[in-house]
C-alpha cells in the first residue's frame, strides 16, 4: 500500500482481556517500529524489527506485551491480560533502512481498557 | 540516555506570523533528527529529516535547522496560516543503543488564528 496501515483503528476491552494489534508497513521497508502515545505525551518507543529479527525489545512495559514480524512484513503487537494503564495509541511506524531511514507512521489503534 | 525536550509546550500565533519552534536533545551522537506534525486523532506526518552531517532542510514555508554541539534543532515556520494548527514533534534517532530507536519530545501545540 501507499502508507502504513494500522487495525484496528479503536479498540475497547474489558480489564484481562486480550488484545492483537496488526501493522502493515510500507512495501518494501525492512525496518518496523512500534511506539505508545499516552495523551498529551510524545510517543515512546517499544520495540524494532530488521526484516523479522526483533532488534531490541528493550521498550516494552512488561512480559504481557509481545511482538512479532514472522516474514519479515506485518507486525502484530500482542498484549495479554490488559489493564487499565495500556490505554494509549499504539503507533507503528517503518523505514526503509536502519540508522539514517526516515520512518514513516500509521494512524495508530487506540486501545481503551475498561 | 538521551533526552528530548520542546519549548514552549503551546504556542498561538495570529495567522500571517513567523515562528521557531524548539527542540533540545542530551546526547550529541545522533544519527538525525526529524520534525514531525501529529493532527488531533491521528498518526504522525514527517515533515523534515536532517541528517547528522546536514545544518539544515527546507520545505516550503518550513526550514529545521541542526546544531549537533549545542544539542539543538529548530523548526520555523513562515507565514503562518490556520491550517498549521497541529502538534509538532520533534525525535533524535541516536547512535548509541538500538539504531531504531526514536527518541521524542511532548511536542508543542501550535493553534494559530485566523
Known amino acids: 500500500g501507499a502508507g502504513v496501515s494500522q487495525s484496528p483503528r479503536y479498540k475497547v476491552a474489558k480489564r484481562g482481556q486480550d488484545v492483537a494489534l496488526r501493522c502493515d508497513p510500507i512495501?518494501?521497508?525492512?525496518?518496523l517500529f512500534w511506539y505508545q502515545q499516552a495523551l498529551g505525551q510524545g510517543p515512546e518507543f517499544l520495540t524494532y524489527?530488521?526484516?523479522?529479527?526483533?532488534?531490541?525489545k528493550s521498550g516494552l512495559p512488561s512480559d504481557r506485551f509481545f511482538a512479532e514480524r514472522p516474514e519479515g512484513s506485518v507486525s502484530t503487537l500482542k498484549i495479554q491480560r490488559t489493564q487499565q494503564e495500556d490505554s494509549a495509541v499504539y503507533l507503528c511506524a517503518s523505514s526503509t533502512r536502519q540508522g539514517s531511514g526516515e520512518l514513516f507512521f500509521g494512524e495508530g489503534s487506540r486501545l481503551t481498557v475498561l | 540516555k538521551q533526552e528530548v525536550t520542546q519549548i514552549p509546550a503551546a504556542l498561538s500565533v495570529p495567522e500571517g506570523e513567523n515562528l521557531v519552534l524548539n527542540c533540545s536533545f542530551t546526547d550529541s551522537a545522533i544519527y538525525n533528527l526529524q520534525w514531525f506534525r501529529q493532527d488531533p486523532g491521528k498518526g504522525l506526518t514527517s515533515l523534515l529529516l536532517?541528517?547528522?552531517?546536514?545544518r539544515e532542510q527546507t520545505s516550503g514555508r518550513l526550514n529545521a535547522s541542526l546544531d549537533k554541539s549545542s544539542g539543538r534543532s529548530t523548526l520555523y515556520i513562515a507565514a503562518s496560516q490556520p491550517g498549521d494548527s497541529a502538534t509538532y514533534l520533534c525525535?533524535?534517532?541516536?547512535?548509541?543503543?538500538?539504531?531504531?530507536?526514536?527518541?521524542f519530545g511532548k511536542g508543542t501545540k501550535l493553534s494559530v488564528k485566523p
Open positions: 525525535a533524535g534517532r541516536g547512535i548509541g543503543g538500538s539504531q531504531g530507536n526514536l527518541i
Open positions: 536532517i541528517q547528522s552531517s546536514q
Open positions: 512495501s518494501g521497508h525492512v525496518s
Open positions: 524489527f530488521q526484516n523479522e529479527a526483533q532488534l531490541d
